[in-house]
């Protein structure tokens, strides 16, 4: 294979393109902390909050970042859970994101971690299409598209399709029924239908220029608990689905957004800023 002239090398690698992730600021393990105080104060366990946190963090793409969030969340609970509740909502984060920062954080996540969480972390895979599951998985894809959408999932559906006939299709049976819809077979780590609309309202709120999305999902949250399809264990989910709970949840977002970037606001499509020759 031939080798990249160094002049080529440079520009992919110019600052202004921003080619590397954002470092870990300062303080950044306490103000988790602090955040995970404040979510108990108001009854929301530590599944929702983290799910938030995770979310939003792999969006920042700040994976020392990320390992100061598992730090500051661990001893709330068992670390190898901890450790499969981040690193699952990390991959549905694909769905919301794109692949490349899950990738990258993903790696980063799992080198961070003791030998003795990683050496228990599940090696089974759960998401492969098979003729004997792919009917299900695209029935768990239209279940969930249905309870986020109605009324409105098929008249939606119709106008992603009048903008490219695969588009509908890609969403509902790759993203929707082979991601965001939980395998049967899941048991370590699981985001179920609750957590699953946290990710993604955190995911979006945290890319900016996404604001029909973003509510579209707060919606969703909301019709978890009208349509029955919430888990019943979700500690503070019900409350975060409410005025008072969203509003909470997109003002923490926001609050880790403004830490991870000095008040620069968000990481995920800021343009680049060439410098002047």
């Not at 957590?195 to 973003?214: D, F, I, M, N, W």
């Not at 609050?255 to 680049?272: F, R, T």
């Amino acid at each position: 294979m031939s080798k990249l002239s160094p002049a080529l090398k440079e520009l992919i690698n110019a600052p202004f393109a921003r080619p590397g992730a954002l470092p870990a600021p300062p303080g950044i393990k306490a103000f988790y902390q602090n955040l995970a105080k404040d979510a108990k104060a108001r009854g929301v366990g530590v599944p929702a909050w983290l799910s938030m946190a995770t979310a939003t963090t792999m969006t920042m793409n700040s994976p020392d970042s990320l390992s100061e969030l598992y730090q500051a969340a661990s001893p709330e609970g068992d670390a190898v859970q901890t450790a499969e509740l981040m690193r699952e909502v990390g991959l549905k984060c694909i769905g919301f994101n794109g692949v490349p920062r899950t990738i990258n954080m993903l790696n980063a996540f799992r080198a961070s971690l003791p030998e003795k969480v990683t050496s228990s972390l599940s090696t089974t895979p759960t998401r492969i299409p098979s003729p004997q599951n792919i009917t299900s998985m695209s029935a768990r894809g239209q279940d969930l598209w249905k309870s986020i959408y109605d009324p409105f999932d098929k008249k939606l559906y119709s106008k992603l399709a009048d903008s490219h006939p695969d588009l509908p299709v890609h969403i509902l049976h790759s993203e929707y029924g082979a991601l965001f819809a939980d395998p049967e077979e899941k048991v370590q780590g699981k985001v179920g239908r609750v957590l699953t609309s946290v990710v993604a309202v955190s995911c979006l709120r945290t890319q900016t220029g996404v604001g029909p999305q973003v509510l579209s999902h707060v919606f969703g949250l909301r019709k978890a608990f009208k349509d029955g399809s919430a888990e019943g264990d979700v500690e503070g989910g019900e409350w975060l689905a409410g005025d008072e709970g969203s509003v909470w949840l997109l003002e923490k977002v926001d609050g880790i957004v403004e830490v991870l970037s000095g008040g620069k606001g968000s990481s995920y499509a800021p343009g680049s800023i060439k410098a002047k020759l």
